[in-house]
T-cell receptor, first 112, second 110 residues
Framework: NAGVMQNPRHLVRRRGQEARLRCSPM?????VYWYRQLPEEGLKFMVY????????ESGMPKERFSAEFPKEGPSILRIQQVVRGDSAAYFC??????????FGQGTRLTVV | RKEVEQDPGPFNVPEGATVAFNCTYS??????FFWYRQDCRKEPKLLMS???SGNEDGRFTAQLNRASQYISLLIRDSKLSDSATYLC???????????FGKGTRLSVIA
């Protein structure tokens, strides 16, 4: 059973471009969480999804950010018109239910 | 008051020492509690769940105090490899996300 897979591991984008981050949950897991971590800071919750539904997006900026978890395929976190402040590590975690979650290795986004 | 609070540390302890971290949570309705470990620039990894009766896994012991709304992690016989940031995680039941504390940094020194 493969773990949570995130890709790409590293992503460089110029200001104004779009960034797409992918997360494939562990087999059998229908809950996905996205977190952002700035250097030397804690994990900040962004969005919580179940298959085809956004359950809680209270941590997601209102503009430029969106997330989906379709019936088939990975969860996608999309950042439009990236700015330097979007540079961070983005972690995805999956869970089979409302219990412990397992993290992917993260995507490190650098905006130049 | 923040939802989950931890002393950021750092805790610098010699090998073989016993060290304990506490974490307080603000929502008395919280149902599930976990400790995660995060190494520098890596993903958080589940260390252990925290049950009402407390639980132990080798050198690690976790306890929950609902009355005072805190959980604790005790590490006995510290190893150099225990050096990491320890994250306290709390969640309500139902469709609510995991809420992370900012972590407590531990350095075990030879």
């Amino acid at each position: 059973n493969a773990g949570v897979m995130q890709n790409p591991r590293h992503l460089v984008r110029r200001r104004g471009q779009e960034a797409r981050l992918r997360c494939s949950p562990m087999k059998g897991h229908s809950h996905v969480y996205w977190y952002r971590q700035l250097p030397e800071e804690g994990l900040k919750f962004m969005v919580y999804l179940q298959k085809e539904n956004i359950i809680d997006e209270s941590g997601m900026p209102k503009e430029r950010f969106s997330a989906e978890f379709p019936k088939e395929g990975p969860s996608i976190l999309r950042i439009q018109q990236v700015v330097r402040g979007d540079s961070a590590a983005y972690f995805c975690a999956s869970s089979p239910d409302y219990t412990e979650a397992f993290f992917g290795q993260g995507t490190r986004l650098t905006v130049v | 008051r923040k939802e989950v609070e931890q002393d950021p540390g750092p805790f610098n302890v010699p090998e073989g020492a016993t060290v304990a971290f506490n974490c307080t949570y603000s929502n008395s309705a919280s149902q599930s509690f976990f400790w995660y470990r995060q190494d520098c620039r890596k993903e958080p990894k589940l260390l252990m769940s925290v049950y009402s009766s407390g639980n132990e896994d080798g050198r690690f012991t976790a306890q929950l105090n609902r009355a005072s709304q805190y959980i604790s992690l005790l590490i006995r016989d510290s190893k150099l490899s225990d050096s990491a940031t320890y994250l306290c995680v709390v969640t309500l039941s139902g469709n609510t996300p995991l809420v992370f504390g900012k972590g407590t940094r531990l350095s075990v020194i030879a």
